[in-house]
């Protein structure tokens, strides 16, 4: 089955420590994105990749970073994590264009811890 | 700026219908869309609204007032596996998604 795919689903990290999310996809969309979901939170769009251009969000903090090597994978890098880095990192795909209405199809998310 | 609101928590009986409603103010709008997310799981997509009015997916439907800034969610015959969060979610004319916090439905036999 065509699928977003997120490893780990579970993360713990130290406080200060880099630590990579990856994301995957098979369904061949052109567009991906990063959310960050703290606990009984919206969704918070942290930057997106429509093919190879870059959007950062204008409140992104500088600590994350991501990385689109191509199509189907994309990666999520938190250079220092701090406490209130804790969250769901969900990663997410679309087609990207009018005729599929840009819906959005979500991994099932990973949980980092920061200790 | 932009905001969408939702209520916090609603609970409902089991084979009951629940509406939840959504209001939003966005600088732009290119359609709604109604997500269901399980405790510790990613959003799935439950319905899509770019026109007003009324959008009918079995027990599920999604109504749409773009004058009013207004959506709703109506679930019906519901189940217990329906207890969940519902977020609501405006696609901006950039195309990007703003969220909702979610309306987190518990249901009850």
């Known amino acids: 089955d065509a699928m977003v795919i997120q490893n780990p689903r579970y993360q713990v990290t130290q406080f200060g420590k880099p630590v990579t999310l990856s994301c995957s996809q098979t369904?061949?969309?052109?567009?991906m994105y990063w959310y960050q979901q703290k606990s009984s939170q919206a969704p918070k769009l942290l930057f997106h990749?429509?093919?190879?251009?870059?959007?950062n969000e204008a409140d992104t903090p500088d600590n994350f970073q991501s990385r689109r090597p191509n199509t189907s994978f994309c990666f999520l890098d938190i250079r220092s994590p701090g406490l209130g880095d804790a969250a769901m990192y969900l990663c997410a795909t679309s087609r990207g264009d009018r005729l599929a209405g840009y819906e959005q199809y979500f991994g099932p998310g990973t949980r980092l811890t920061v200790t | 700026g932009q905001n969408i609101d939702q209520p916090t928590e609603m609970t409902a009986t089991e084979g009951a219908i629940v509406q939840i409603n959504c209001t939003y103010q966005t600088s732009g709008f290119n359609g709604l869309f109604w997500y269901q997310q399980h405790a510790g799981e990613a959003p799935t997509f439950l319905s899509y609204?770019?026109?007003?009015g009324l959008e009918e997916k079995g027990r599920f439907s999604s109504f749409l007032s773009r004058s009013k800034g207004y959506s709703y969610l109506l679930l019906k015959e519901l189940q217990m596996k329906d207890s969940a969060s519902y977020l609501c979610a405006v696609r901006d004319q950039f195309n990007k998604l703003i969220f909702g916090a979610g309306t987190r439905l518990a249901v009850h036999p």
């Open positions: 990749y429509y093919d190879k251009d870059f959007n």
């Open positions: 609204n770019v026109l007003d």
């Open positions: 369904l061949n969309h052109n567009v």
